[in-house]
């Protein structure tokens, strides 16, 4: 539900006064602001016991309201952003920021200054860590595809022109990811699982070989779905696929 057109969708949604929708959204981003949060504070923490988790959720509701697709962020990416900020905030207020990165500082200040500087700052501020984030998530993904034998070269050199067969092969990238043994024994052996990629997605074994590095680069893209927030958001999935 974060992820894709899907998210677009109940965002547009949400804007029109549409608050069921709200209410799945926020639900259905619980394991990811727990995820968020968790990381942040360098534990595990309950909805039952942890503040933390509440101004998460709060945060996140406040993503929805602020977010503007022309600011050229991932929606997710952008509630990732406030949740950070404002449980960055709320730690250094009860004086456990001692574990918390401190380079994610808090929401631009809002006292006396105006209206139209407070959006400024605000987005200078989200263009910022867009920025460094983008780049972050550039170097690990080119570290996690080296490991596989593959480099950004080669995923440009065999990236389909066609739509169909690109949607062809993002459809065997998302069958990996569904049966996750098969991206494991990829891990293992840096070769794609052939027999059971033909078996189970109908798609000929002559395919599957042409399009291998294309197939291993999109199913490590959406394997690390939450790690490559940025670089999933240029993928279009099949509808109905991962």
Known sequence: ????????????????????????????????????????CGRSLSWDRDDELSIGLIAFNEAIERFKGKMGVPFTAFARIVI???????????????????????IPPEGNISQAENNASWDQYIEEIAKRERVEEINNYNEKISKLGITFRDLVKSSP????????????????????????????????????LEMGTGISRKVLERGRKYIIGIATLLYYR?????????????????
């Open 1 to 40: 539900m974060l992820f894709g057109d899907e998210v677009e969708v109940c965002l547009q949604r949400i804007r029109e006064g549409d608050e069921l929708s709200r209410e799945k959204l926020i639900t259905d981003a619980q394991p990811f602001i727990a995820g968020v949060v968790g990381r942040l």
């Open 84 to 106: 950070r900020s404002r449980v960055t905030d709320y730690l250094r207020k009860e004086a456990k920021w001692n574990r918390v990165d401190l380079h994610m500082s808090g």
């Open 161 to 196: 022109k066609h739509q169909d067969t690109r949607q062809t092969l993002i459809r065997a990238a998302c069958y990996i990811v569904e049966h996750s043994s098969l991206y494991d024994a990829l891990l293992a052996s840096n070769r794609l699982p052939m027999r059971e």
């Open 226 to 242: 939450e790690e490559f927030i940025y670089l999933n958001s240029y993928v279009r999935l099949p509808q109905g696929e991962c």
